[in-house]
């Protein structure tokens, strides 16, 4: 309740002038996370809403089980993959781009939000993530259209791509028998995230609704082995 407040003052502290075409700035450079919720998360929640039904049996999710709790359905198991060797189970230490340290056929579903945007080798990763799965799992996540550099990824372990939904789903297809791929947001929101807005920022979510795949922020897929 607190931080939503802590927002709320930041919005009313730099209130947004949305006409004003001559700023070299964006209002802020943190997604939005300042303000409240950033555009993109507004894509992936909807999307991965949209597919809870794929979110079931032995779950996998980066870093943390946010979106399996929140989204799963029949769950029998979760499981977090994390570069923290110290983390207790069900946290699981690997590396997507060594497949000596990731269990083979483990898993029915993969949940990787904003992951791929961030290995140099994005092929080995899509690679080992088939690797993880049992026949018919799902490999459920999101990768970055039109953003902007993170920073606090790029000072940690880099920054390295932005994709198209062509180039996702070239990029799936190597490994995975079924793909689809889902451009996700429009000329709107692209300009609104680029700005660093957050959604509450707006007078209505509606123009964040109608897809075009010109304006991709977000790229959802699901990649079946």
Not at 88 to 110: I, S, V
Not at 171 to 184: A, D, H, I
């Amino acid at each position: 309740m607190l931080e939503k407040f802590k927002k709320y003052l930041m919005r009313r502290a730099r209130p947004v002038v949305f006409a004003d075409a001559s700023r070299r700035e964006p209002v802020s450079r943190d997604f939005g996370v300042g303000r409240g919720m950033p555009v993109d998360r507004y894509y992936i929640e909807r999307f991965l809403a949209e597919r809870s039904r794929l979110i079931r049996g032995e779950v996998l999710e980066i870093s943390e089980d946010t979106y399996t709790r929140r989204f799963g359905s029949a769950v029998a198991g979760s499981s977090i993959l994390t570069f923290d060797r110290t983390a207790a189970p069900p946290a699981l230490f690997g590396d997507l781009t060594c497949r000596e340290t990731l269990p083979e056929k483990k898993f029915d579903c993969f949940i990787a939000t904003q992951t791929l945007n961030f290995i140099p080798d994005a092929a080995s990763a899509v690679e080992n993530a088939a690797f993880l799965l049992r026949e018919e799992g799902v490999f459920l996540g999101t990768v970055a259209g039109l953003s902007q550099v993170s920073r606090f990824d790029r000072e940690r372990w880099g920054d390295y791509w932005r994709f198209t939904d062509m180039g996702l789903a070239h990029l799936l297809g190597k490994s995975f028998s079924r793909v689809e791929v889902t451009p996700l947001g429009n000329f709107a929101a692209a300009r609104l995230f680029l700005d660093g807005l957050a959604v509450e920022d707006l007078p209505s979510r509606d123009v964040l609704d109608g897809d075009d795949p010109d304006y991709a922020v977000v790229i959802g897929f699901e990649a079946r082995r």
